[in-house]
């Protein structure tokens, strides 16, 4: 009995600031943890806090053998480096997939990283559980950040997907995505692609998860995608939501990735 109370997967989250979208997502994640049975531990620290502070939070978490993931919650404040703190999480236990070894193992053919960024996972699970083939489909990605874009493209062309980028410095965009199968947009700006971008049938994965502030809501804000959702209807053969497409399913894949490192972590297959 003692044995199984043991093996309990755990994952620990490092919130820095106080941005409401931040603590909301970091809320649904632990939420999400409650329901199937993972143990969630929470460091929250000061917008202020000195760099040193967030690696000792995370060098804690990476010696604690309770702890199977560690995420630090982005954006960080100006005055830290992303870098620095996304490579300090150990790379067993960096089940965002940010870790630079993880994400250079995911982009050299022959190599597996040990996790695959949540949000791009969401979007090919999205795909192949509707049935969609990859293989050989002209897939734009609007967005190229380490966070979304670049995993996204990454993990497609693993797929054999002929991916297009669109990125700021893009020439009409919209010829690019007129011509693909399938669409994610993950650029962070509202009512970016409209319905006269997309091809008449084609696939829509909305990324995008923008707060628009509204004083008058409870949480002060209300979520809007990439995409014009109402012209894209018109258009496209299918499409995600916002809210309730990406992201639920993006936190799914955390929890995914937490369970595999800790089945890794007890040697259970
Ligand atoms: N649903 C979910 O689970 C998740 C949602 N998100 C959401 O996805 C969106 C993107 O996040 P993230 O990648 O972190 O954001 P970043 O701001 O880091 O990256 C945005 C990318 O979009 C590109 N871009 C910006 N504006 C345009 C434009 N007008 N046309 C074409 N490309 C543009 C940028 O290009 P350039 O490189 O040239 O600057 C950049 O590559 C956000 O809304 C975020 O909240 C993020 C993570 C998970
Ligand atoms: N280290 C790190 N890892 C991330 O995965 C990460 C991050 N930092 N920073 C920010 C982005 C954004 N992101 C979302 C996760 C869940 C929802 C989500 O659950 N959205 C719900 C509703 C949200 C709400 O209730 O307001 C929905 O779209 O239906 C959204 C966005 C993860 N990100």
């Known amino acids: 009995m003692k044995d199984t109370i043991k093996k309990v997967p755990g994952l620990a989250v490092v919130l820095v600031g106080q941005r409401r979208d931040s603590q909301t997502y970091v809320r649904n994640k632990i939420k999400a943890c409650e329901e199937v049975g993972i143990r969630s531990l ?77 949000a791009a996972k969401a979007c090919i699970e999205l795909l192949l559980r509707s049935g969609i083939k990859l293989k050989g489909k002209n897939v734009a990605v609007i967005g190229r950040s380490n966070v979304v874009g670049l995993p996204t493209t990454l993990l497609l062309q693993r797929h054999h997907a002929t991916v297009s980028v669109v990125h700021a410095f893009t020439n009409n965009p919209e010829d690019v995505t007129r011509v693909a199968d399938i669409v994610i947009s993950a650029a962070g700006v509202p009512n970016l692609v409209r319905g006269s971008w997309l091809k008449r049938g084609a696939i829509v994965i909305d990324v995008g998860t923008n707060p628009i502030e509204d004083p008058s809501l409870e949480h002060g804000y209300y979520l809007r995608g990439d995409v014009c959702y109402e012209e894209a209807l018109q258009v496209a053969s299918a499409i995600t939501p916002v809210p309730g497409g990406v992201g639920p399913v993006t936190v799914a894949m955390l929890l995914s990735n937490t369970l595999d490192s800790a089945k890794r972590f007890y040697g259970i297959s």
């Open 42 to 118: 929470m460091a929250e620290l000061s917008e202020e806090c000195a760099e040193d502070e967030v690696l000792n939070a995370v060098s804690e978490f990476n010696q604690d053998p309770s702890v199977h993931g560690v995420l630090v919650q982005l954006p960080l404040p100006q005055h830290m480096d992303e870098d620095t703190i996304l490579g300090a999480v150990s790379l067993q236990k960096d089940v965002d997939g940010f870790h630079p070894l993880n994400m250079g193992n995911l982009a050299l053919r022959g190599r597996e990283p040990l996790f695959i960024p949540c």
